[in-house]
Structures are given as structure tokens and as C-alpha cells.
């Protein structure tokens, strides 16, 4: 059992010390894989609900499956994975940046209102985040590496969400509010994670989707239908 435990755990404690190192040295990495492997992810344990809203459900003692019906994403808290996927990769970058911005405040916010380790570490994640963004930023900007560069044309640009949401007057329905601010977090950073995969998976796409390759395959599927009809039986005319 303890040597399942350190196995969980590992990855975690690698990601996080991945976090310290980004915060702490500030410096960019000048790889395009390698920067889009970091953004990957930090946003693929972001979006883990046992970063920051569980921890403030079992602080706040929301558990019971009455109140978790009342704590769902707020409706507009932040852009969807739709839209998301629709905007260039530097506006996809900006709406981040401003999206994490906002959740910082949130953070900042919920000081007292979370256990200190789950409020310290989401903060952390998000500086760390927010950093490889800025790399990726500038990298994409002076970038002539072609896999990094703009695969489609501008879209409509950033998407920005609404400012922070305003907090009921009653303790209780404030808890719910935030809840649900937190729930919508790390629903944003599932998609945010979806759009960063399909970044790496573009360019394989790409290739798999080339005009000789799709012949290749055209030229494949029509070999099983010409043995079939060397194979029919006499006297039978093959459908």
C-alpha cells in the first residue's frame, strides 16, 4: 500500500517542484515542445478538482449531495472550451492570462476561507502557469520554428470573461458562491488543457491528413474488394 502511495504521489511532487522552479527562476524556456509540455501539464493538475474546490467544500462543510447540487458552475464565470478552441493561439494565450488574473483575486479573496496549504499551492500553480504563457507569448511571437507558428488564420479574438462575481450578502449563499467560482476554474482548465493537447496534435494531424497519405490509404481499401470478386464463385457475378 505505501509503495502505491509513493507512486501517486511522485508525479504530483514532480509537477510541484516543476511549479517552484518556474516561480522562482522566472526564465523562459527558448524549445517550443518543451514549453508546450510544461503548459500541458500544469494545466493537466489545475484542472484536478482536489487541488482547490474539494479541499474548500470539506473546509466549508459542504459534502452533503444537497449542497453539491448547489455547487455547479456559475453560467458565464468563464469563456468555453467552444470558444477557446476558436481563437488564434496568442488570443487563446491573452484570454488565459486575463482569465488566471481574475482567479487570482479570487484566491487573494478566500485567504481565510481555505486551508492555507490548498489556498498557498493553488496560488503557486497559477504564478507558475501564468509565466509559461508569458514564455509561450514571446516564443510564438519571434518563433520560426513551424510547428509553433499561427496554424490558422486570426480568429475573433480574445475571449475575456466577466469581472469577478459579486458576493451575496448571506455567509451561506457566499460559500455557495464561491464554490461555484471554483468549480468553473477547473472546468476552464479542463477545457484550457484540451486546446494545449491539441496544439502537439496538430502537426501530426497534418501529416496524417496529407493528400499522398490519404491516396495511400485509397489505394489500400480497394485491395480487399478486388480479391473478393477474384475469389466469387463461378456462375455467381459478384454484386
Given amino acids: 500500500m505505501r509503495a502505491q502511495r509513493m507512486q501517486r504521489t511522485l508525479p504530483s ?12 527562476t522566472g526564465k523562459c524556456s527558448g ?19 482536489s487541488t482547490l474546490v474539494d479541499p474548500y467544500i470539506r473546509f466549508q462543510g459542504l459534502e452533503s449531495p444537497k449542497l453539491q ?9 468563464f469563456p468555453s472550451e467552444d470558444a477557446l ?35 498557498q499551492q493553488a496560488e503557486m500553480n497559477v504564478r507558475g ?14 518563433s520560426s520554428d513551424p510547428e509553433a507558428a499561427e496554424p490558422t488564420q486570426p480568429g475573433p479574438g480574445p475571449t475575456l470573461p466577466p469581472l469577478l462575481p459579486p458576493m451575496p450578502s448571506s455567509t451561506f ?16 482548465m479542463r477545457a484550457a488543457r484540451q486546446v494545449l493537447w491539441g496544439w502537439g496534435e496538430r502537426q501530426g494531424r497534418s501529416r496524417r491528413h496529407s493528400p499522398h497519405r490519404a491516396l495511400q490509404r485509397g489505394a489500400r481499401r480497394t485491395r480487399p474488394f478486388l480479391e473478393v470478386r477474384r ?9
Wanted: aromatic letters at 8%.
Fill in 85 to 119: 478552441w476558436r481563437l488564434s493561439r496568442q488570443d487563446f494565450l491573452r484570454t488565459l492570462n486575463v482569465t488566471l488574473g481574475l482567479v487570482l483575486r479570487m484566491l487573494g479573496a478566500l485567504q481565510q476561507d481555505l486551508p492555507e496549504a490548498a489556498q
Fill in 31 to 49: 524549445k517550443y515542445h518543451e514549453l508546450l509540455l510544461q503548459l500541458q501539464r500544469q494545466a493537466d493538475l489545475m484542472q484536478d478538482t
Fill in 173 to 188: 449563499q457566499r460559500k455557495l458562491r464561491n464554490c461555484r467560482f471554483l468549480r468553473g476554474y477547473h472546468r476552464f
Fill in 13 to 24: 511532487l514532480v509537477l510541484r517542484l516543476l511549479f517552484l522552479c518556474t516561480v522562482a
Fill in 129 to 142: 502557469f501564468g509565466n509559461n504563457i508569458h514564455c509561450m507569448a514571446q516564443l510564438l511571437r519571434g
Fill in 69 to 77: 447540487e448547489h455547487c455547479r458552475e456559475h453560467p458565464g464565470d
Fill in 231 to 239: 475469389l466469387s464463385p463461378r456462375g455467381q457475378l459478384p454484386r
